[in-house]
């Protein structure tokens, strides 16, 4: 295919992908968008391969190079259970930046075959936009790693802390920055390896002390790398379609990160800093409840009699409804509830979850329909109506203390006013605070009542006393 | 004025014409490798800059439903990199080229494949009321 026509292909596979992000503006179009993006992608597969000068040993190659990663990927895909996206999407992103790299590094040793010079001398401006894409690709790769086995529970979530940490972090910067700007200089190969090793362990680095449940702001922000990434590398090669799309992921991942931050009230620096709140597990259990009014705890029984007679009932999940495998359990408690009458409906925190939007995907694969799930601004005005909030694997989310104490650390986050309710249900396991280990006021109020126990077992037991 | 007037005047506009064209031709060839040189970036600049703002404006009209898939659907996207990939694998004689652009394929299509299919069944879970 002759360049002109291959770059009206990649003009076409972008507005594709422009029309696929577009079509996630709501469900109904969504299905249709994630096609549009599949067609864009085999489009310009195709024009690349059609590309004049492509030898056929190449093609054989490239073909099975997606042959198997197409199974692999595939597969994974089929099998992997919906509690364990946010750890996939961190394993993609891994591939991502890993697959930069690898394009930087093709692009170093055969520069011809991009028309920007030849080995040894390389064009300035493309060794500039290389080691940009290498960096940031190496960097996406290793930090999503961590997020990985993080989010996977093969690392523990907790900040792993040391002293002087930042500064090595800033000094690691300060000499890749050095050594990128030599780079350009040399075109050294030991220098470009030097970087992309240097950048593995800043990713490494800048991820470790961040914490369990901050990582919905980590994985938006590796997505945004991983966009950025791509960006580089089509400068490098002078590829269109690859920094418009790596646009495109740049700043959904941006965004992503934005709408995270503002959900707990963080800067971004904040979070990236790190050191944020432990293993929610780890915190004191029971403490400090001293002189406050005692906490009620209530049975299922107590719960199913008077959700029986409610007419309003708002469901707030959280992680913790997703660690307990309880989604199904409680859309079947809501089926019986809508049965005896009630009005039911879900509120959703925009943190809540281990990823952006985890809980909504969580709820619909328990055939919860999309139009009873609600957004935060959307439903926060109607738990003054509301007869029971029934909360469950939730817990900063709801702490009034957001709202009124200015010395705790949720201090001016976004939260759900399931105080409001006449009656508030909170399924938790014990007295444990919450990841940012502030306790919540919320257990002494006299309209909650507690539900020891674990979340899918007491919503079980709710069931069966419905069904009674 | 008289026609032969006429004919000389037209004559020499007519060379101040060609003169003109000649200069015309000479600048823009003296312009030619300036513009080739500074333009191809400048072009992918402000096309990159254009995607930036598209992308800010698609990416907010998302519902927040829908951000898991979202985040499915960039992570395919953005292995568009193979594009990259394959023109590596398929158009340079150095061996090292290939077998980082072979690798850098696999990878890819991975992600491709598992974006996209991970983001459909997340889909086709988002049902409505009675639906």
Known sequence: MADTLSTLAYLVASVLFILALRGLSHPETSRQGNLLGMIGMAIAILATLLKPGMGVGGIVLVIAGLAIGGTIGTIVAQRIQMTALPQLVAAFHSLVGMAAVFVAAAAFYAPQSFGIGVPGNIKTASLIEMSLGLAIGAITFSGSVIAFLKLAGRMSGAPIIFKGQHMLNAALG???????????????????????????????LLIIPIGGADMPVVVSMLNSYSGWAAAGIGFTIGNLLLIVTGALVGASGAILSYIMCK???????????????????????GGGAGDRAPVKAGSPEDAAYIMKNAQKIIVVPGYGMAVAQAQQVVREMADLLKKEGAEISYAIHPVAGRMPGHMNVLLAEANVPYDEVHELEEIN???????????????????????????????????????????????????????AGVENELFFRPNTMMLFGDAKKVTQEIVQALQR | MTPSQIANEAAALSDRAALLAAQAAQLAEQAAPVAAAA???????????????????????VTPALHSPLMGLTNAISSVIVVGAILATGLSDSIAAKIFGFLAVTLAAVNIAGGFMVTRRMLAMFKKKGG
């Open chain 1, 174 to 204: 300060a000499l890749l920055l050095v050594l990128i700007i030599v780079f350009c200089a040399t075109g050294s190969p030991f220098l470009f390896w030097l970087i992309a090793i240097l950048s593995f362990a800043l990713g490494f």
């Open chain 1, 263 to 285: 959900g707990m009230n963080r800067s971004i620096i904040n979070v990236l800093l790190g050191g944020f709140g432990s293993d929610s597990g780890a915190a004191a259990a």
């Open chain 1, 381 to 435: 005005a109607e738990f003054a109506e509301a007869d029971v909030a029934y909360v469950i694997g939730a817990n900063d989310v709801t702490n009034p203390a957001a709202k009124t104490d200015k010395s705790s650390a949720i201090y001016g986050m976004p939260i759900l006013d399931v105080e409001k309710a006449k009656t508030v249900f909170f399924v938790k396991r014990g007295m444990a605070s919450g990841y």
């Open chain 2, 39 to 61: 333009n191809p970036f400048l072009m992918l600049l402000a096309i990159f800059l254009m995607a930036c703002f598209v992308g800010y404006y698609v990416v907010w009209g």
